[in-house]
């Protein structure tokens, strides 16, 4: 099992900044491929970023491709989701997510986090 706990959420103006980080444990971190996902209000959980085990690899959703920025530090068992230039309809409940397959992890992750809230006012 791993245990997945997100942490950065909060209130920020369209325009601004925010770095969520999610924190693993329970299982060797550097053998697993993470990703965040979000669901906004009425809407189904989308996917938003991953990254490769060792951290050379990322992939984005378009709508967030330029702006936020996935990475990893595997001393620290921790992902990282810089965003930058948020919008409004960037709010959502985030969630972090693993699995040993990266294409997985990209689909449908076995692990989940329990989201952490972030709000965009316009």
């Known amino acids: 099992q791993v245990q997945l706990v997100e942490s950065g959420g909060g209130l920020v103006q369209a325009g601004g900044s925010l770095r969520l980080s999610c924190a693993a444990s329970g299982r060797t971190f550097s053998n697993y491929a993470m990703g965040w996902f979000r669901q906004a209000p009425g809407k189904e959980r989308e996917f938003v970023a991953a990254?490769?085990?060792?951290?050379?690899?990322?992939y984005y959703a378009d709508s967030v491709k330029g702006r936020f920025t996935i990475s990893r530090d595997n001393a620290k068992n921790t992902v990282y989701l810089q965003m930058n230039s948020l919008k409004p309809e960037d709010t959502a409940v985030y969630y972090c997510?693993?699995?040993?397959?990266?294409?997985?992890?990209?689909?449908?992750?076995?692990?989940w986090g329990q989201g952490t809230q972030v709000t965009v006012s316009s």
């Open positions: 990254i490769s085990p060792s951290g050379g690899t990322t």
């Open positions: 997510a693993a699995d040993t397959s990266y294409i997985a992890v990209i689909q449908t992750p076995n692990y």
